[in-house]
């Protein structure tokens, strides 16, 4: 073994004064780099937070976006949906005096036997079947509720009468009809009730 061996392989062995300086020099410049290392890491941690916390806001507002976006699609087809329905309604409302007005030429014609009346029946009636016809297409119903339960929902009493012979609160005479589109009231029938 040489001399240099036994010097550094004795522990007791003193360390020379430089050495021991740039130990020191050497442990602080480690302490320094794992304290800057702890708060760079602390800073991460930090921004990764902010930036999972923002994902989870911008995640609840495309989710918050979608379903709205789904509610407006929802509402903008039941819009289409009723414009088709019921896009007739004004149509059909002004409609509706010419059918009262064919029915009560029917009825003033009576049942003449003059042939000229008889004819001019027959054609209002025809004129008429044609009219009823066409709206029953459009998914126009009639109402004529005679023998029925008052309905407030699609009748309008004109009159109260007494009628031992019929229901209370039963329809007993339909002054004129009334008209259903697509099961939505169009014009409720004007009709008289028995007293009850």
């Not at 005096?97 to 049942?111: Q, R, W």
């Amino acid at each position: 073994m040489s001399v240099d061996e036994k010097h550094t392989a004795q522990p007791d062995a003193e360390p020379k004064p430089g050495q021991e300086q740039e130990a020191g020099a050497e442990q602080a410049s480690v302490d320094q780099v794992e304290k800057e290392v702890a708060e760079d890491l602390e800073a991460a941690e930090e921004v990764a937070e902010k930036v999972a916390d923002e994902i989870g806001r911008l995640k609840e507002q495309l989710l918050r976006a979608h379903a709205e976006m789904q509610n407006l699609q929802r509402r903008t087809a039941n819009e289409i949906e009723k414009a088709h329905k019921f896009g007739t309604e004004k149509l059909i409302k002004e409609l509706l005096p010419v059918v009262d007005s064919l029915e009560k030429a029917i009825e003033a014609c009576g049942d003449a036997e003059d042939p000229k009346v008889k004819a001019l029946r027959e054609g209002v009636e025809m004129t008429l079947t044609l009219m009823l016809n066409t709206l029953k297409k459009f998914n126009v119903e009639v109402i004529d509720p005679v023998g029925e339960p008052f309905n407030p929902q699609r009748h309008e009493a004109m009159s109260m009468v007494p009628k031992p012979d019929a229901e209370p609160n039963s329809v007993v005479a339909v002054l004129q009809k009334g008209y259903l589109l697509n099961d939505r009231l169009v014009r409720p029938a004007m009709v008289i009730v028995a007293q009850g």
